[in-house]
């Protein structure tokens, strides 16, 4: 079955380490996104892309950064990781065009940053 | 500016009960609504799109434009219906603005 995986599952690091969190999909889907999740917040969007040369700010890109590495992989940087980075963070995939496409979810990543 | 609004954080219910999670939106414009849901330890799946007008595991949600309404309903809750629900909105950008969820959680 075409899926969203993400890599690490979990991630335990330490305030000011460089960490990397890593989105593939076998969906053939040209969009991708990355939000966190928070309790009581909901979802918020951090980047997204329309493709390979595409890269766009979402609600809350500060303190991140993205790389599009081909069609498949979707990048997650936190340069200098902050405690109220803690959280589960999640990629999603569509189908390009407007109109009501679901979003595909991975299984999130669960960081805490101590 | 497009906003979600869920006013309830937390719903408790009775199983075999009636249940309603509340969405509000924001929009000018014709907005494509969504609810998805989240079972514990699971990965967030859509539950129903306004545009198919779809029952699924026996919710329905119905596009309420004057009141900028989609409250999703439920006429008898299951207990495996606990879990968290989040309303999202698209309008015309690909991208999901998402409420900030309600945690339902259905009692025996």
């Known amino acids: 079955d075409a899926d969203v995986t993400q890599t690490p599952r979990n991630r335990i690091t330490k305030t000011g380490k460089r960490i990397m969190l890593e989105c593939s999909q076998t969906k053939g889907h040209d969009r991708m996104y990355w939000y966190r999740q928070d309790p009581g917040l909901g979802l918020r969007l951090i980047y997204y892309s329309f493709d390979v040369k595409d890269i766009n700010k979402g609600e809350i890109s500060d303190g991140y950064s993205v790389s599009r590495q081909a069609q498949a992989k979707f990048s997650l940087s936190l340069e200098s990781a902050i405690p109220n980075q803690t959280a589960l963070y999640f990629c999603?995939?569509?189908?390009?065009?407007?109109?009501?496409?679901?979003?595909?979810f991975g299984p999130g990543t669960r960081l805490t940053v101590l | 500016a497009q906003r979600v609004t869920q006013p309830e954080k937390l719903l408790s219910v009775f199983k075999g009960a009636p249940v309603e999670l509340k969405c509000n939106y924001s929009y000018s414009g014709s907005p494509e609504l969504f609810w998805y849901v989240q079972y514990s330890r699971q990965r967030l799946q859509l539950l129903l799109r306004?545009?198919s007008r779809e029952s699924i595991k026996g919710f329905t949600a119905d596009l309420n434009k004057g009141e900028t309404s989609f409250h999703l309903k439920k006429p008898f809750a299951q207990e495996e219906d606990s879990a968290m629900y989040y309303c999202a909105l698209e309008g015309g950008s690909e991208k999901l603005v998402f409420g900030k969820g309600t945690k339902l959680t259905v009692n025996p």
């Open positions: 306004h545009i």
């Open positions: 999603a995939t569509q189908r390009a065009g407007t109109g009501a496409y679901e979003q595909f």
